[in-house]
């Protein structure tokens, strides 16, 4: 037991440190986590409200979010690349298996925790003194033992991908299923004891059960550890060789294939996120939360700083080492900006007309412009050679400032424009901004000498 | 003593990359492990540290065996990795208290040692500083003084050589003939000839799964006997 706290002690004096020499890494890492799925939470939040708006039944709001939330956990959590490195300084010093993986999870349970309360701060911050907010409690203790021991479980199974989606899907129905239970426990005890003290009681309870929980799942994942740890290293090695094979071969080809991929997958992903952000701020301003507009805004441009650094990554790691020609993948960005803007034209035509909705013209102004804007950004830093570290800060500068800008704008537009004029003004700057992003996408593809 | 008995180890299911392997490394001993680059001098060191326990046969020091008392062998043990393993948001001196921590030594114990190594390699002005910020020398440097903190009985280094200044290199030559004389077996890994130099009782050539044991004489021509060997195999 002495060793396991060596083991928490030095890692939290690792955190402690990092935090007190400001390591950018892990304040964007936990942005990274945090921000976008806070984005994704008020996503949801508003896609429910907009699907009970058009008469989509929606009997159980609570559970369905609870149950995508849960899903994207798990998805993260399961495809995570392992990091082991920590773990193997202690391989060669005296200390038992079983205090190692004790430790790993309760590191992996922290993370959970700590995640979480990123997720759900602006719903905690609402509901603290709900007594609805019980299951809530619940889920943020319990959700990390479950999600540990199916992962453990996976493992220990060895599935392949397509069964990891059957078991997930199964997971999800019972975690509806669990939701029902909880509302049913909520309702009895809030039947004898007033909401706080059931707040408070709650807490206490919770506390103990994930205790109990914890080591009782480090107690599974010590069998399961020491079972499949040759086998499921032997697996990932040959793994590793397929791989390696299959790039020699292809020659970058494949990779130009997948980077497009990553574009479009990163262009969904900021199309989520807008329309998470679009809501959030909708929600908050109206009823003059001035404390979360302020977070809104800190949270937006931290978003936009992030995107910025996954974009760096893009640059340094995939450009850099690979056998890719810059040019392509940059081109090929743009194309796939263009196509999918092409569809959102389309979609948003649809929404307008059907339903009158006047805010989709904003958020897709917002998309349009940051995407113009990171366009913009490649196309100096190319037009320049801009060195590595000056392209990174001038990367970063420009996008929580132009983020900053458009919250502004969106805010302004909203306390001084009528709905009719928002959204002609909204089909004008989509014009004129589609113009422009068609005359860079010309140029830059008729410009076949573009280097990085 | 270090006894190593049937030893073979295996990546995948009959590819083995080290067959039958035996071999006695008395107490006061310097074993240096030869070979080109996949020889399987890594994995070898590797099993010998406990970081892949999976290999056929034992190895067993001072009567305890590596693979049924893990823990109590590991307390004997000191380990150089080819590449640093280091925790890099501690600072040096935190790391070295880690060790010392797991290892129990004593607080004014620990202090006499960590200075002592600190001077002899140079690392007073980083010590203090995050280990994210070191040079791979420096690196290098602080996790040989990791290994020594606890004075090992088994002292085990995979190319230790690698990335140390050359003041550095006759530094831990010294040190590792002084383990020596004190009785400690040393066992090193490298891949070059002229590092070993008058600093081995046995060597042990690798290659191709392959193996030949080769005592210290004053009349041995080390480089011709390493290339009969390699061109044997």
């Known amino acids: 037991m002495f060793n396991y706290f060596l083991l928490c002690y030095y890692s939290l004096l690792s955190v402690y440190n990092r935090i007190v020499n400001y390591d950018k890494k892990l304040i964007f890492r936990l942005l990274i986590i945090g921000v976008p799925v806070l984005f994704f939470e008020q996503f949801l939040i508003g896609l429910f409200r907009f699907l009970e708006k058009v008469k989509f039944n929606v009997s159980n709001f609570e559970s369905y979010f609870w149950a995508i939330f849960l899903l994207i956990n798990i998805i993260i959590l399961v495809f995570k690349k392992k990091n082991n490195y920590q773990m193997q300084i202690t391989d060669t010093l005296p200390i038992t298996t079983s205090i190692k993986n004790s430790f790993q999870i309760t590191i992996s349970f922290l993370k959970i ?10 719903y905690l911050y609402v509901n603290w003194k709900n007594v609805n907010s019980l299951g ?6 319990t959700m990390p033992i479950i999600i540990i021991l199916f992962k453990r479980l996976v493992e220990y199974l060895n599935f392949k991908r397509l069964n990891v989606v059957v078991i997930v ?13 909880l509302l049913e426990i909520k309702k009895y005890f809030s039947k004898i004891v007033s909401g706080e003290l059931l707040f408070i009681v709650s807490w206490v309870i ?11 799942t480090i107690g599974y994942n010590y069998k399961f550890r020491v079972k499949t740890k040759q086998h499921v290293t032997k697996k990932k090695v040959i793994k590793w060789r397929k791989r390696n094979i299959v790039l020699a071969i292809n020659h970058g080809e494949i990779l130009k294939v997948r980077f497009y991929l990553f574009s479009y997958i990163d262009n969904l992903l900021y199309i989520f996120l807008y329309i998470g952000l679009l809501y959030w701020v909708n929600d908050f301003v109206k009823s003059k939360e001035l404390l979360m507009v302020v977070l809104g805004l800190i949270a937006a441009m931290s978003f936009i700083s992030v995107t910025g650094i996954i974009k760096d990554d893009d640059y340094n790691i995939y450009y850099r080492v690979l056998p890719i020609k810059v040019s392509n993948f940059v081109i090929g960005r743009i194309l796939l900006n263009g196509l999918l803007m092409s569809i959102l034209l389309v979609i948003t035509l649809i929404l307008l007309g059907l339903f009158s909705i006047w805010w989709i013209g904003i958020w897709f102004i917002i998309f349009v412009t940051m995407s113009l804007l990171s366009i913009l950004i490649d196309l100096i830093l190319i037009k320049f050679k801009i ?5 990174l800060q001038i990367s970063r500068l420009l996008n929580v400032l132009g983020n900053l800008i458009m919250v502004m704008i969106f805010i302004y537009l909203y306390y001084n424009f009528n709905r009719e004029l928002y959204l002609v003004v909204s089909i004008i700057i989509f014009v004129i901004v589609s113009i422009i992003e068609y005359l860079i996408i010309k140029i830059v593809w008729e410009n076949k000498k573009v280097k990085l | 003593m270090l006894e190593i008995n049937n030893y073979a180890y295996a990546y995948e299911k009959n590819k083995y990359i080290l067959e039958k392997l035996n071999l006695k490394v008395n107490n006061g001993e310097i074993l240096a492990l030869v070979g080109p680059n996949g020889a399987g001098k890594t994995t070898l060191i590797k099993s010998l540290v406990g970081i892949n326990l999976d290999f056929e046969g034992e190895v067993i020091f001072e009567q305890v065996n590596l693979k049924k008392d893990d823990i109590n062998y590991k307390k004997l043990l000191g380990y150089v990795a080819d590449e640093p393993m280091l925790i890099d948001y501690l600072t040096g001196r935190q790391y070295l208290n880690f060790i010392a921590d797991v290892f129990e030594i004593s607080m004014d114990d620990r202090k006499k040692k960590m200075e002592k190594y600190i001077n002899l390699f140079n690392l007073q002005d980083f010590i203090d500083s995050l280990i994210n910020t070191y040079s791979h020398g420096n ?6 003084v990791a290994a020594l903190i606890h004075s090992p009985k088994l002292l085990i280094l995979d190319e230790p050589f690698v990335g140390l200044d050359p003041q550095a290199i006759v530094i831990l030559k010294d040190i590792l003939k002084d383990l020596r004389k004190s009785g400690v077996i040393v066992v090193f890994s490298t891949h070059l000839l002229a590092m070993i130099e008058g600093l081995y009782d046995k060597v042990l050539f690798m290659n191709n799964k392959r193996v030949q044991l080769i005592e210290n004489n004053k009349a041995l021509n080390l480089e011709k006997k390493y290339m009969e060997f390699i061109e044997s195999v």
């Open chain 1, 206 to 216: 919770l506390v103990v059960i994930s205790l109990i929980l914890l080591t009782l």
């Open chain 1, 387 to 391: 060195s590595k570290n000056v392209k």
């Open chain 1, 169 to 181: 899907i199964t997971c999800l129905l019972i975690i509806l299923w669990y939701e029902d239970i």
């Open chain 1, 136 to 141: 809530l409690w619940i889920l943020l203790f």
């Open chain 1, 113 to 122: 925790i700590v995640i979480e309360f990123l997720i759900f701060f602006p």
């Open chain 2, 139 to 144: 690196k290098q440097k602080l996790v040989i």
